[in-house]
């Protein structure tokens, strides 16, 4: 480039010569650079427009079908036979809808790696005939023929997340029942397999299907979230149950392979090792079964129970009623911590709470509690209960004095043998 002045008063000319090539380059590469990054924002929007649009359709319907059922219910209280089928779709569609939720925010700690693993010992059988029960009358009703293979099992018990696991299974054998025409085939199979480690295990899951199948393009995209094939556009679902799989998968140090060809079906092969374990350790961490006597074990016991929300404050009431305790709730933090202060030495056995609450939350609650100048302020169990139930809420409630996590919605038997562990301790 030329630059060039001329002042004729003084008859001078001045040429200035300068060379912006680089300059122009660099210009350039950087507009490139700008117009990927908004392509790639572009299509990452239009990727989660896409997907909160199936959210929307996909949470509406489970909840359209709670609402539903539960008006039908009330308009026919005098006919227990239909009130039962009402009830049984209601708890039917509350677990999809809580799938779908959990599937949301499991795919948020996967993406920023903060999921935990938790380790108890493991029955193989047991955790697979809790499979085989889940997912046999999904089976029945679609009108597909589904089989469990077990074979060459010499090792039954192991060190795992039982929940994961389960999670793992019952999304892809969830998506062969979605793939899967009436009159189709699922297999389930699970043998062990050699390792080279004394001390580990390793099984081999395998989930077959005689299903639709998929394209070698769409494979490529498999385990990416927001991703969903056009062609099954219209299958419930949130599109994030194999980039959570994966992820699982992953977490455990584990293999997943996959094969598949349109219109022929598609098979997963799932390795994955563990930790030996025996019956005796499995046996000792079993949740006991309800019976008459350990229905009413809690007798003599009083909670305070400290929740905001009426309803989940109710279901608690009504389990520890059933189990035989008495309780007193509050709604708040603060009226918690006034009512400690009030009540004798030893009235609560255990206190219940909830973190996000009005006034006062249940980390400040508990903080209050436990600097209070009494004796039992330090000793009382106080277990949290809410629907916060990521690892860093989880880590949040002990810091702040609490001595154990319950995440909601309730599991009965899991909230019951944890108030025993914790009375046990005291």
């Not at 427009?49 to 219910?73: K, Y």
């Not at 993406?111 to 889940?134: F, G, Q, T, V």
Request: hydrophobic share 40%; charged share 30%.
């Amino acid at each position: 480039m030329v630059l060039t002045a001329i002042d004729f008063r003084l008859k001078r000319i001045c040429m200035v010569r300068s060379d912006i090539t680089a300059m122009l380059a660099a210009e350039r590469k950087e507009k490139e650079r700008l117009e990927k990054a908004l392509s790639e924002a572009k299509e990452a929007n239009r990727a989660k427009s896409d997907f909160l649009s199936s959210m929307s359709h996909d949470i509406r319907t489970p909840m359209n079908a709670i609402m539903g059922m539960t008006t039908l219910a009330l308009k026919n209280m005098d006919n227990q036979e239909k009130v039962r089928d009402y009830l049984k779709k209601i708890s039917v569609s509350s677990h999809h809808l809580l799938s779908l939720i959990n599937d949301i925010l499991d795919m948020t700690q996967l993406d920023y790696a903060r999921m935990k693993l938790d380790e108890s010992c493991i029955c193989l059988e047991e955790l697979l005939n809790h499979l085989s029960s889940i997912m046999s009358p999904h089976a029945q009703y679609t009108g597909i023929n589904f089989q469990m293979e077990i074979k060459n099992i010499q090792h039954p018990y192991f060190i795992g997340d039982a929940l994961r696991l389960k999670q793992i299974f019952i999304n892809l054998l969830s998506n062969a029942f979605k793939f899967t025409m009436e009159g189709g085939n699922v297999w389930f199979r699970a043998e062990e397999i050699p390792t080279s480690e004394a001390e580990k295990i390793r099984y081999r899951f395998v989930v077959q299907d005689t299903g639709i199948g998929m394209s070698e393009a769409f494979m490529e995209n498999l385990f990416e979230p927001f991703v969903r094939d056009k062609k099954v556009a219209k299958v419930e679902g949130t599109g994030l149950g194999l980039s959570i799989t994966k992820g699982l998968i992953n977490l455990m140090d584990g293999q997943l392979r996959v094969e598949s060809k349109q219109k022929e079906g598609t098979t997963f092969y799932i390795e994955l090792e563990f930790r030996k374990a025996d019956k005796r350790t499995a046996e000792s961490e079993a949740i006991p079964k309800e019976t008459e006597e350990t229905a009413q074990n809690l007798k003599g016991c009083h909670f305070l129970i400290v929740e905001d929300n009426e309803i989940n404050s109710e279901i608690l009431g009504e389990l520890l009623q059933m189990w035989g305790a008495e309780f007193t709730v509050k709604r708040d933090g603060l009226q918690a911590v006034e009512e400690f202060k009030r009540a004798k030495p030893g009235t609560y056995d255990m206190i219940f709470m909830d973190v996000q609450m009005p006034v006062m939350n249940g980390y400040e609650a508990t903080k209050a509690i436990r600097s209070l100048s009494r004796p039992d302020a330090k000793e009382i169990t106080i277990l949290a209960m809410t629907a916060n139930a990521f690892a860093e809420d989880i880590q949040a409630a002990l810091e702040s004095g609490m001595n154990e996590h319950v995440a909601k919605p309730l599991d009965a038997g899991l909230l019951h043998k944890t108030i025993s562990k914790l009375l046990k301790k005291r």
